[in-house]
Antibody
């Protein structure tokens, strides 16, 4: 059974960079069948896919975040990370990491999720 | 970007009743690449259905998915007490991968 656990600061100041890490157990980040995703949920709202990191560090992210996203993977620690730059209050949300099962075209549905971590952007 | 809509916004039903949830897409979702998730308060979403109609591992057979193109349905044949939650659809036919706004199933 794969388990994912997010960690990182719960409070970030406006204009700074949000940094989160997802530790994975029970699966290898090197698997070609999966990609490793970040998804967020604004309080009381729906879900927004942020992006994924895949095999050796290839990344793909949501254009709505206007190139503010950096993702990386550390296979030695079996964890992957998100950095979101120039944050504003609008980036306050619960951030989930999730394993994505890739379809024929490499696009994922999300079959395992971390519990989520609340990040608040405030001065 | 494919925009997903879900209806109704809230569905008030009693245990034992049948729930029918709809998900509509602004463009055709290729190859039926649509998933359904259940989310309870304070928890992460849980995958129920993928590829429009395939149940995920461990999901009871009272959950079923159907549809293609731009119209998809999640049916819960007989609601159990643990089924009262918010349900989201998600398309992965084209990037960016998007979610619907959710349907809340609550107790009448």
């Amino acid at each position: 059974q794969v388990l994912l656990q997010e960690s990182g600061p719960g409070l970030v100041k406006p204009s700074q960079t949000l940094s989160l890490t997802c530790a994975v157990s029970g699966d290898s980040l090197s698997s070609a069948a999966y990609c490793w995703n970040w998804i967020r949920q604004h309080p009381g709202k729906g879900l927004e896919w942020i992006g994924y990191v895949f095999l050796g560090g290839s990344t793909f992210d949501n254009p709505s975040l206007k190139s503010r996203v950096t993702m990386s993977v550390d296979t030695s620690k079996n964890q992957f990370s998100l950095r979101l730059s120039s944050v504003t209050v609008a980036d306050s949300a619960v951030y989930f990491c999730a394993r994505g099962r890739r379809n024929y075209f490499g696009s994922p549905y999300f079959d395992s999720w971390g519990q989520g971590t609340l990040v608040t952007v405030s001065s | 970007e494919i925009v997903l809509t879900q209806s109704p916004g809230t569905l008030s039903l009693s245990p034992g009743e049948r729930a029918t949830l709809s998900c509509g897409a602004s463009q055709t979702v290729s190859s039926r690449y649509l998933a359904w998730y259940q989310q309870k308060p304070g928890q992460a979403p849980r995958l129920l259905i993928y590829d429009a109609s395939t149940r995920a591992t461990g999901i009871p057979d009272r959950f079923s998915g159907s549809g293609s193109g731009t119209d998809f349905t999640l049916t819960i044949s007989r609601l159990e007490p643990e089924d009262f939650a918010v349900y989201y659809c998600q398309q992965y036919g084209s990037s960016p991968f998007t979610f619907g706004p959710g349907t809340k199933v609550d107790v009448q």
